[in-house]
């Protein structure tokens, strides 16, 4: 609780702007969006942009009716994202999705053991005044965090 509190009032004076891709991600309403968000950012080279181009890809599972179609989408996306993290361990998009995917992903997948690791990293730069502070609010409002 008294985190939540320090955050809140951290969140009261940073007022940065958040990036478009970070804003049009969040704001993704129906299958049609997502797949308009794919296309318009497919082609960035950005470890962050193509992170929620991987959360989006992996969501396409979830519009799959063949099972074993839906477990090779979510395990290559899987790969796809850890990948991408192995390479750039301290960027907090990257952990931000992993964490956002791992809590809402069906625990029969087995796809949560990074979260409590996930959970510290983010937690220690949500406390830390910086350049990302614009998404703070995104991971309280959508993580367990």
Do not use: C
């Not at 797949?35 to 193509?50: A, G, H, L, P, R």
């Amino acid at each position: 609780m008294i985190k939540l509190l320090l955050i809140s009032i951290l969140l009261t004076f940073t007022k940065s702007v958040a990036p478009s891709y970070v804003q049009e991600f969040h704001d993704l309403k129906d299958r049609k969006t997502e797949q308009q968000f794919i296309d318009k950012y497919q082609n960035s080279t950005d470890e962050s942009v193509q992170a929620y181009i991987i959360a989006l890809r992996m969501k396409k599972a979830k519009y799959t009716w063949n099972p074993l179609k839906k477990i090779s989408i979510f395990k290559r996306q899987k790969k796809a994202l850890n990948k991408l993290i192995v390479k750039n361990p301290n960027n907090i998009h990257l952990r931000y999705i992993r964490l956002l995917l791992q809590e809402k992903t069906p625990k029969i997948l087995g796809y949560n053991k990074n979260i409590a690791d996930d959970k510290e990293k983010i937690l220690y730069w949500v406390q830390k005044k910086d350049s990302t502070d614009y998404l703070d609010e995104y991971i309280i409002k959508n993580t367990s965090l």
